[in-house]
C-alpha cells in the first residue's frame, strides 16, 4: 500500500478545521469491500463545541482512493448538510434528510461557512491534471481480498471512541450491484425556484417597501435580481427548488405573472420565487445532478446558493 495514504491531510474552509485519514477496508452490508476514510471536524467558533469524529466516509469503487477524493466527498456531505440546515431555518417543523448526516454542531457550522466549503471544493477541483495525487495502487487488490498494511494512526475504536454505524444508503447499494446511474432526470424539476432571499436589515427595508409601494412595485425592483437562465440554473444546482413554494406561520403571500412573493412582517423575511417555464431547456449537466451530488459549479452557475446572496453582491442589483 502507498504509505502516503497514512498521512493525515488537513484544510480550512472559514472557521471549520477538516481532517481526514484513510482507515483500511471494510465489507459494508450493501456496498461490499470499500475504502474507509476518517475523519475530524474542529470548529473555533464556539468553545464549547468539541469535535466531531467519524470513520463512516466511503468513496466509489470506482473513484480514485486518494486523499483529494476523499475531501472531495466528505465536502459535499458537508455543503449537503449546511443547505439542510439552512431549509430547516426557513421551514420550521421540516425534517430535510441531509441534516442528519452530521451530528451536534457541525450543521450550524456547514451552513455558516457555505461559502467556504465551495470554495475549498472548487479549488480541488481545479488542481491540474499532473498535480493530483496518484491512486493508491494497492486500491484493486485490497477490494479483492489482498492484505493491507495497518493505518499509522491506530486501532479506530481506540481513536473515535464510540463511532455510530455507517450511515447505508439501499439505493445506492442496488445501483453499485445493477449499474444504475441514479433517477430519472424530471424536467422541469419543480414548480418554483428561487430568485433571492432577504432577511435583517435588508429583509426589513423590503417589507417597508411593500407596505409603502405595494406588492407589483415590489415584485418588480426585486425581480432585478433575476438574471433569467444563470439564476435558474443557480438554484438548480444547490436544491432552491420547490413543488410548493415555502412558507411558514405569519406569511404573507401574492402572485404576479411568473413570481411569487411571500414575506413575513414581524420577521423580516422576503422570498421572491419564479416559476418554472416548460419551454427552457434543461442545462446539459443537469441529468447528472440529479444522479450524484457534486460539489463543483458549472461555468453557468453561481456557486453561492442563491436565498444566500446578499442583495448588493449580485451583478446589477440595485440597492433598497
Known amino acids: 500500500m502507498d504509505t502516503n495514504h497514512t498521512r493525515e491531510l488537513t484544510r480550512r474552509a472559514g472557521s471549520l478545521k477538516i481532517s481526514l485519514w484513510y482507515d483500511g477496508v471494510e465489507d459494508t452490508q450493501f456496498h461490499g469491500s470499500r475504502h474507509r476514510w476518517a475523519y475530524r471536524l474542529e470548529d473555533s467558533t464556539d468553545p464549547s463545541w468539541e ?10 469503487p470506482v473513484a480514485p482512493n486518494t486523499h483529494d477524493e476523499a475531501m472531495r466527498s466528505l465536502l459535499s456531505f458537508l455543503t449537503a448538510c449546511g443547505e439542510a440546515y439552512s ?16 451530528p451536534d454542531w457541525a450543521p450550524e457550522a456547514a451552513y455558516l461557512n457555505g461559502d467556504e466549503l465551495g470554495m475549498l471544493a472548487l479549488e480541488l477541483d481545479q488542481l491540474d491534471e499532473p498535480g493530483r ?8 487488490d485490497a477490494l479483492a481480498g489482498g492484505e493491507i498494511d495497518p493505518v499509522a494512526h491506530g486501532d479506530p475504536s481506540e481513536r473515535l471512541g464510540a463511532v455510530p454505524d455507517p450511515v447505508v444508503d439501499p439505493e445506492l447499494g442496488y445501483a453499485l450491484e445493477h449499474e444504475v446511474d441514479g433517477p430519472e432526470a424530471t424536467w422541469p424539476p419543480a414548480t418554483f425556484y428561487d430568485i433571492v432571499f432577504m432577511q435583517g436589515e435588508e429583509g426589513y427595508a423590503a417589507v417597508d417597501m411593500i407596505e409603502e409601494n405595494g406588492v407589483d412595485a415590489a415584485i418588480e425592483h426585486l425581480s432585478n435580481w433575476d438574471f433569467q437562465e444563470e439564476t435558474r440554473n443557480t438554484a438548480l444546482f444547490h436544491g432552491h427548488v420547490y413543488d410548493e413554494a415555502p412558507s411558514s406561520p405569519g406569511d404573507h403571500t401574492a402572485e404576479s405573472g411568473h413570481y411569487r412573493l411571500s414575506w413575513h412582517a414581524g420577521l423580516g423575511h422576503v422570498n421572491l420565487l419564479r416559476r418554472f417555464d416548460r419551454a427552457d431547456e434543461q442545462p446539459a449537466w443537469w441529468p ?3 444522479a450524484r451530488l457534486s460539489p463543483v459549479a458549472p461555468k453557468d452557475v453561481d456557486p453561492e446558493p442563491p436565498a444566500r446572496r446578499s442583495v448588493d453582491r449580485g451583478p446589477g442589483g440595485p440597492d433598497l
Open 51 to 60: 469535535p466531531v469524529r467519524g470513520a463512516d466516509l466511503y468513496l466509489s
Open 133 to 140: 495525487e496518484e491512486p493508491d495502487p494497492a486500491y484493486p
Open 288 to 290: 447528472d445532478r440529479t
Open 87 to 102: 431549509y430547516e431555518m426557513r421551514h420550521p417543523g421540516s425534517e430535510p434528510e441531509n441534516l442528519g448526516l452530521f
